[in-house]
């Protein structure tokens, strides 16, 4: 049998012991980045937050190699898995670069004093996501988009084995989306970095993604490769399209149409 460095079995998420998804199974290599599709309130979030161990499981078992998530104790899991989510962070009086070094937090022990090399490793990874320029300037002052190119930073400054992000795009103008994947997939290339993400923009997730997670209802609708998801008449269905209006229908058809020759 396989050995996956990310699988599920039998995962089952919600809130309250309410079943929101049930029947999650996700096998990853090393490496390898996976997408979360779906229209709004498909889950997408749930089924993250549960993945980064920040809601407990209804069910099932999140693993990562041989070891269950839910049994890794949090400096152990810190250096394996970093997250960044859309909840938004206190760094009051904190530069950007003060933000971006608690990402060392499991390196520093119970002091949590960076020695030269942590910072060294901070400064690399800030050049690496773009944000030396705003390194003196106050977290709270800079825009949304340079805020969230901080958090990626501050999460590869744990020098992860796997990342988690919650529509990591959201507040990026086009230049600084592609700039935010191309990241990601340099860590790929470089680290051998896994990815678990969640993204509204198909035409990029297409492009950035190994594996695809498309999400409506109680179960996954359809779990593979970009190939095997951008299909017309898939996603129309999973994003409710098929009994809209005449020109939204065929304004949506067209923008899957081109999707297939990315």
């Known amino acids: 049998m396989k050995q996956y460095y990310f699988t599920t079995q039998k995962m089952c998420v919600g809130y309250e012991n309410k079943p929101l998804i049930k029947d999650v199974e996700i096998t990853l290599e090393k490496g390898e980045i996976l997408t979360l599709i779906g229209p709004n309130g498909a889950g997408k979030s749930t089924v993250l937050k549960s993945v980064a161990g920040q809601l407990a ?76 320029d705003i390194a003196g300037q106050n977290f709270e002052k800079v825009s949304d988009g340079q805020k969230q190119r901080v958090m990626l930073a501050r ?71 970009p190939e095997k998801i951008f299909e017309t008449d898939f996603i129309r269905r999973l994003y409710g399209m098929e009994n809209d209006g005449f020109m939204q229908d065929e304004r949506f058809c067209a923008y899957i149409r081109q999707l297939s020759t990315i």
């Open 155 to 225: 999460a590869l400054c744990q020098e992860p084995e796997i990342i988690v992000l919650d529509e990591p795009t959201s507040y990026l103008d086009i230049r600084y989306k592609l700039a935010f994947l191309s990241i990601l997939k340099e860590m790929r290339q470089k680290r051998n970095l896994t990815v678990i993400m969640s993204l509204h923009e198909l035409e990029l997730a297409k492009i950035i993604s190994d594996k695809i997670l498309c999400l409506k209802g109680e179960y996954v609708e359809r779990y593979g490769t």
């Open 57 to 132: 499981l209804l069910g099932g078992t999140v693993y990562l190699g041989e070891s269950a998530v839910s049994e890794m104790r949090g400096n152990e899991l810190a250096k394996k898995m970093s997250v960044v989510f859309t909840q938004k962070v206190r760094a009051e009086l904190k530069t950007c670069r003060d933000v971006a070094a608690t990402g060392r937090y499991p390196y520093t022990g119970r002091f949590g004093v960076l020695s030269k090399d942590d910072w060294r490793i901070v400064d690399e990874v800030m050049e690496l996501t773009h944000v030396t």
